[in-house]
């Protein structure tokens, strides 16, 4: 059988391996399998949270409210933006897959940096899209205005902090890079991970309300699957023009978000205190990463989220290093695929962290 000429090309997404698979595998038991892998948040979700969902799982017969209200309104506010200004995904996942839809086909082309969330160039090639990368680590406005300029690419993605690098644009330099692009590129800035950025430096923060009063071709994208630890929930959004949010809507499918996920991130929305108190322990965590990486001679990049990537020495190999760690039951990323020898570790709780750290001194 053949099928759409553009999956041909598509490597299928690695997401963290899960811990089923590890039991699986190598026959550990769950309970001494730790996975800083996929970024989520050690500490749970709110206990506000479990509460609200347990509340409701007596109704399950009915369909979701589909006009999302209740997470609108705390969005909006949060944001202080409008209702509609905003569109609800199953994870801002989906949010990238309505825009790429939206706004590209197979004559156009999209800008990304040279290293950046994988998913822009999957959902890039759904559409038979080109993708047109930067050549430096870090995101370098300079060199995305030089490439905008010759190449006209319909999307540029902006990843601040960047994943899997960890490292964050500049608010002022983002906002004076977007005044330069005309007003038919889309610029998308995903901030998957700025509730970290912010808290460890407000340079880094992206004023969502500035963002899109002043340009009405930017989309800004959030998610509950870091911070608000509801990586299961599978929720995320979108804010922008409502020109814009609405052509995403011709996309949407009815009843994207369940009843579950809806009120799991409307209440997680409300705790601010739970966190605050996640993000001040995330950062504690890291120094414990950044001191280790001294001991050992390791260089790692100031992270602005709640992950830090180790690039190793041309004497140890990610790959090897990190399927070791696997067989003994700490999952961690490999960035091989990334073309960079090194490793992308979730920020996790104290006790995680030090089984990491023992882990890693008996590899090397
Ligand atoms: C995790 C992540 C997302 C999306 O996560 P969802 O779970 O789909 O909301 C988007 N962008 C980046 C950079 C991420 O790391």
Do not use: W
Not at 33 to 56: R, W
Not at 71 to 77: D, E, I, Q
Not at 184 to 200: F, L, N, W
Not at 236 to 265: D, H, M, Q, W
Request: aromatic share 10%; with cysteine.
């Amino acid at each position: 059988m053949t099928f759409n000429k553009n999956l041909q090309n598509i490597k299928t997404y690695e997401a963290g391996k899960p811990i089923e698979l590890v039991v699986r595998e190598f026959g550990i038991e769950p309970k001494d399998i730790v996975k800083l892998a996929s970024n989520e948040n050690p500490y749970g979700c709110s206990p506000k949270v479990q509460n609200a969902v347990s509340n409701i799982v007596q109704n399950m017969a009915l369909y979701p409210d589909d006009s999302m209200i209740k997470l609108k309104n705390g969005l909006s506010s949060r944001f202080e933006v409008k209702d509609e200004n905003i569109i609800i995904g199953s994870g801002s996942d989906q949010v990238i897959e309505f825009l790429i839809h939206a706004k590209a086909d197979s004559n156009s082309k999209i800008l990304i940096n040279s290293m950046t969330f994988a998913m822009y160039e999957i959902y890039a090639k759904h559409v038979g899209a080109e993708i047109i990368r930067t050549s430096t680590q870090r995101h370098d406005l300079d060199e995305f205005y030089d490439i905008y300029k010759k190449e006209k690419p319909e999307i540029i993605f902006l990843c601040t902090p960047n994943n899997p690098t960890g490292d964050a644009i500049d608010s002022k330099e983002l906002f004076d890079f977007v005044k330069k692009i005309d007003s038919d590129t889309m610029v998308v800035v995903d901030g998957a991970y700025m509730e970290y950025a912010k808290a460890k430096d407000s340079s880094k923060e992206i004023v969502v309300k500035e963002l899109i009063e002043q340009f009405s071709n930017v989309i800004y994208l959030g998610t509950f699957s870091k911070a608000y630890g509801l990586g299961g929930m599978r929720i995320g959004y979108g804010v922008a023009n409502e020109k814009i949010i609405k052509e995403l809507y011709k996309l949407r499918p009815p009843f994207n978000i369940t009843t579950l996920s809806l009120e799991a991130a409307s209440v997680a929305l409300s705790d601010e205190e739970f966190v605050k108190k996640s993000i001040t322990l995330n950062f504690e965590q890291m120094k414990r990463y950044e001191e280790f990486a001294k001991e050992q001679k390791i260089d790692i990049i100031n992270s602005y989220t709640n992950f830090v990537t180790l690039c190793l020495n041309n004497n140890q190999s990610s790959t090897k290093i990190s399927n070791s760690l696997l067989q003994k039951g700490m999952i961690v990323r490999d960035l091989s695929g990334y073309g960079m020898n090194a490793i992308r570790v979730t920020v996790g709780t104290d006790k995680q962290n030090s089984h990491f750290f023992k882990l890693v001194v008996q590899f090397l």
